[in-house]
């Protein structure tokens, strides 16, 4: 297994909307709707920010959205602001209990 | 309130084996669905899923460490032990505890403050 593909960066202007791929193959993002992401600032531990592809935790701001099609899963962030501005990392369940992460995005806030 | 807590030694010289402990509260390892991990961050690199355990002591690696690995729990403590032989410089990283409620599917939502091991002769 191979870690998933993720830009290594993305940016956007305060309030618009950028999108965070993450490519895997049919073994792992295309095979299960078990895609999670976690946003990390600077020197602190990830935080929870999406799961089953889709769905937000509690506490979690609506401006941040996540899909997938086929081996790609996504993860939407609308309304970008300042604080958002943060490494990005998806993960998929892989099968037999593997856990893949993707290889991280950084987001930057122009 | 869910808490988990990497120790361990900030140091290891290359060759000897590295033994990580993570104590968490808020949660029994003994419930359906439980699951504990560690993933590992080099300074500056991506996260990487290593290990886990669930609550029927199941036990499930990273197929590329997974001679290295040995992961296991003492439920009375709510304790997890990772033990990582035969260290490299290369194993240099943030070592992080992580909870999993599989029965929701909520993959690592909640993670500790990770624990800086530097692997140096």
């Known amino acids: 297994q191979s870690a998933l593909t993720q830009p290594a960066s993305v940016s956007g202007s305060p309030g618009q909307s950028i999108t965070v791929s993450c490519t895997g193959t049919s073994s792992d993002v295309g095979g299960y709707n078990l895609v999670s992401w976690y946003q990390q600032h600077p020197g602190k531990a990830p935080k929870f920010i999406i799961y089953e592809v889709s769905k937000r935790p509690s506490g979690v701001s609506d401006r941040f959205s996540g899909s997938k099609s086929g081996n790609t899963a996504s993860l939407t962030i609308s309304g970008l602001q300042a604080e958002d501005e943060a490494d990005y990392y998806c993960?998929?369940?892989?099968?037999?209990?593997?856990?893949?992460f993707g290889g991280g995005t950084k987001v930057t806030v122009l | 309130q869910v808490t988990l807590r990497e120790s361990g030694p900030a140091l290891v010289k290359p060759t000897q084996t590295l033994t990580l402990t993570c104590t968490f509260s808020?949660?029994?390892?003994?419930?359906?669905?439980?699951?504990v991990s560690w993933v590992r961050q080099p300074p500056g690199k991506a996260l990487e899923w290593l290990a886990l355990i669930d609550s029927a002591d199941d036990k499930y690696y990273l197929p590329s460490l997974k001679t290295r690995l040995t992961i296991s729990r003492d439920t009375s403590k709510n304790q997890v032990v990772l033990r990582m032989t035969n260290v490299d410089p290369v194993d240099t990283a943030t070592y992080y505890c992580?909870?999993?409620?599989?029965?929701?599917?909520?993959?690592?939502?909640?993670w500790g403050q990770g624990s800086l091991v530097t692997i140096s002769s």
């Open positions: 992580v909870r999993t409620y599989w029965d929701t599917r909520q993959e690592f939502d909640f």
């Open positions: 993960c998929s369940y892989a099968g037999n209990s593997i856990r893949l």
């Open positions: 808020g949660f029994s390892l003994s419930t359906s669905g439980m699951c």
